[in-house]
């Protein structure tokens, strides 16, 4: 890839020296070292003055024009733009027959190097300046995370969005034969295992499992999301009306608003504020749904991965080898539960869990949910919707405990704060309100415990605010894990947790018996407790 | 000693693993308690001595951290010696570890990628060290804390020879 001409925003800058072209290779390789694309250089400084835009403009007009403010300004935008041009010159990347190395850093060079045989996901991502551009951020994780919190990862800030095309076709391409899978319910074509033309051309269409419909969008309300846009838009207007020393009370139509707030009659107010508050909150939330999940792709390529697409703004492309599934999850969490959606999840190695990265389906009726973990598991039924076993009655007893408690503790606080005169007494009163609340949520807690163990698969169920089915592969578990405080032995319950490389790394069967927990997992992977049991 | 699980109805149970640690890990832990107790205390006794005011108060917290802290130094490290045991198969690891909240862990051999020891400047000095297993889940390796450092080293060879003779990725 060659350096286009300077781009616009760019000033000709001399490059620094090119750094000696590498250390003798220790393997051999077909591709010679590549560079990242020159049009990061607009892209990134741009980006990064577009999160200091809106301080900067504060900064320049509002508390008065000061040289010095325009100077350091200057001086900011010109580090970037030569941090850019450093980075740029001192970051290459190759891609050997065995290995992916990423070689960077001026001052602290760092130098990666990925066995290629351990990459199990490519994830691409453009937001909107990258997109301007034609590129993309492309991550290729592995299957390890040895140390907790760090993440074996390869990024190449930024490539175009043809090369990362190129390399998410490349890099798990060798996934061949034993990752195909059989024709699914869907009815499959019969393509999959068909040998591909090596010349990575544009991406092949695949087989879609699922894709976004707009009957979907009647869920995102039921999505937190609309709570964090209405968070994110006060704290934005408050920052700006904090900066530019605005008082809200100088805007005419917010002081109309102030006055009616002020004069009308409380439950009139109640009542409008509650209705803009919903209003606000289902507008944004339909807005963030479609940010997120705008033209989602599911799909199945050819060379055995698993393919997402979406994004409306910032566009995700994250691919996953079918090898590195270890089971899906299903997340319903309360109001999306009510309403009849679920959102369904992979689990699987080498995948980073955080970053919604392994979304196989948005918030959607939860019979697609189901669907879609069939569909990429690639068996008929979906284990998730397996008949669970419940959990015994004593656990019942610790789920109403544990939420009853905590809520029991604060009325107690509250109203003996009450009495010293401390606080008012509708703290407490209120406090005492929400114990019926409590006690649904622990019932509701119980009723969603349920564990089954299926031909290949080991699902478990929690959670009320927000209920998750697990199925879990049973050759995917790696280890046991049985905990039991005291309270638990007096009951007979244990927590006994399916141990994975994949996900969480944990799945618990949380309060079964001991007994059954023990039987359990003794059935699930057969052989690795049998030594350490004993029949009474 | 109480014994998980009172089934007795002819259903498999977890029986402990075979080896305690060494009981030297006792005066370990003792060790560490006493640390900690002293950490709480000395706070307490410099604000007593500086601050007037708050002196009937501190006084008795402070006599309060005493006692409980003498329990703590007598109890809890016996119970840890009682929960704390191991045993290696040729095919998994198996721990119990914790005091109030047990916890049993078991990793096949085949599953396991790394084995380490670490040993604390009190431990080096009771000849104790702690045996790591990890494998490659995020839920954490099994420890085994309190091993003489002979049974330690042996068992960390043993694992190393083993695991390494497994090919894969342990995933």
């Known amino acids: 890839m060659t350096a286009p001409d300077p781009t616009p925003g760019v000033p000709p800058l001399d490059l620094p020296p090119m750094p000696p072209a590498a250390e003798a290779p220790a393997v051999p390789f077909e591709q010679d070292w590549r560079r990242l694309d020159a049009r990061m250089l607009a892209v990134k400084p741009i980006s990064e003055a577009g999160k200091l835009l809106l301080p900067l403009v504060v900064v320049l007009f509002v508390g008065g024009t000061d040289w010095w403010k325009l ?8 580090l970037l733009v030569v941090a850019g ?4 010159a001192t970051t290459r990347y190759r891609i050997s027959d065995t290995h992916v190395e990423l070689h960077s850093g001026l001052i602290f060079r760092k130098q990666r190097s990925v066995p290629r045989d351990r990459l199990r996901t490519v994830d691409a991502t453009s937001d909107l300046v990258h997109r301007l551009f034609g590129l993309s951020v492309v991550k290729v994780g592995t299957g390890r995370n040895d140390k907790v919190g760090e993440e074996d990862e390869l990024s190449l800030d930024a490539v175009s969005a043809a090369e990362a095309e190129h390399l998410r076709q490349v890099l798990l391409r060798r996934a061949t034969g034993a990752a195909t899978t059989t024709g699914t319910a869907t009815g499959a074509t019969a393509e999959a295992g068909a040998p591909r033309p090596e010349t990575p051309a544009e991406s092949e269409p695949g087989e879609v499992l699922a894709s976004f419909r707009t009957s979907w969008l009647r869920y995102a309300p039921l999505t937190l999301s609309g709570l964090a846009a209405i968070g994110a838009l006060t704290g934005g207007a408050f920052q700006v009306a904090n900066e530019l020393n605005l008082d809200p009370t100088d805007l005419g139509p917010l002081r109309n608003v102030g006055h009616w707030l002020e004069d009308g009659s409380l439950p009139l107010v109640l009542a409008a504020v509650v209705l803009v508050l919903l209003i606000v909150m289902t507008a944004g939330a339909v807005v963030l749904y479609l940010v997120q999940y705008w033209q989602f792709t599911l799909s199945r390529e050819a060379d055995g991965t698993l393919r997402v697409r979406r994004g409306l703004l910032t566009t995700r492309s994250v691919s996953l080898e079918e090898e590195r599934l270890r089971g899906v999850w299903i997340a319903e969490p309360l109001l999306l539960r009510a309403g009849g959606g679920a959102r369904c999840g992979a689990v699987a190695t080498g995948l980073d869990t955080g970053a919604g990265s392994d979304t196989l389906l948005p918030p959607a009726p939860r019979a697609e949910a189901h669907e879609v973990a069939a569909t990429v598991l690639a068996v008929g039924t979906a284990p998730t919707t397996a008949p669970l076993r419940r959990h015994p009655r004593s656990a019942r007893r610790r789920r109403l405990v544990r939420a009853v408690v905590p809520v029991l503790v604060l009325a107690a606080g509250l109203g003996a704060a009450a009495l010293a005169g401390e606080l008012p007494h509708w703290l407490w009163w209120v406090s005492v309100a929400l114990l019926p609340l409590a006690v649904l949520l622990g019932v509701d807690r119980y009723r969603n415990l349920g564990h089954a163990l299926t ?25 046991w894990r049985v905990r039991q405080s005291p309270f638990q032995r007096m009951a007979g319950l244990a927590t006994v947790s399916a141990v994975t490389a994949a996900g969480e790394g ?3 069967v949380t309060d079964v018996d001991l ?17 350490f049991l004993e029949t009474s | 000693m109480k014994q998980n699980g009172e089934t007795g109805d002819g259903r498999p149970r977890l029986r402990a693993p075979r080896h305690r640690v060494s009981r030297k890990a006792i005066t370990w832990w003792t060790l560490e308690e006493l640390m900690g107790v002293v950490m709480l205390l000395v706070p307490q006794l410099v604000a007593a001595f500086f601050w007037d005011a708050g002196r009937p108060w501190l006084v008795g917290t402070s006599i309060a951290t005493v006692v409980l802290g003498a329990v703590a130094c007598l109890v809890i490290p016996r119970w840890r010696y009682r929960v704390h045991r191991w045993e290696a198969t040729g095919e998994a690891v198996y721990t119990r570890t914790g005091w109030f909240v047990q916890d049993w862990r078991v990793a096949p051999l085949s599953r396991i990628q790394t084995v380490d020891t670490q040993r604390g400047p009190v431990q080096q000095m009771l000849g104790l060290a702690t045996v790591t297993v990890t494998t490659a889940s995020a839920a954490g390796p099994l420890e085994i804390p309190g091993l003489d450092v002979d049974v330690a080293q042996r068992l960390v060879e043993e694992l190393t020879a083993v695991t390494q003779a497994t090919r894969g990725d342990a995933t």
């Open chain 1, 506 to 508: 944990a799945y618990a």
């Open chain 1, 515 to 531: 007994g059954d927990g023990v039987a359990l997992a003794d059935e699930a992977v057969p052989g690795l407790l049998r030594p």
């Open chain 1, 85 to 88: 041009v450093v980075r740029w």
């Open chain 1, 71 to 78: 100077w350091g300004a200057l001086a900011g935008g010109g």
């Open chain 1, 455 to 479: 031909e290949r698969y080991l699902v478990v169920r929690s959670g009320s605010l927000v209920r998750e089915t697990v199925a879990l592969q049973r050759t995917g578990i790696v280890g």
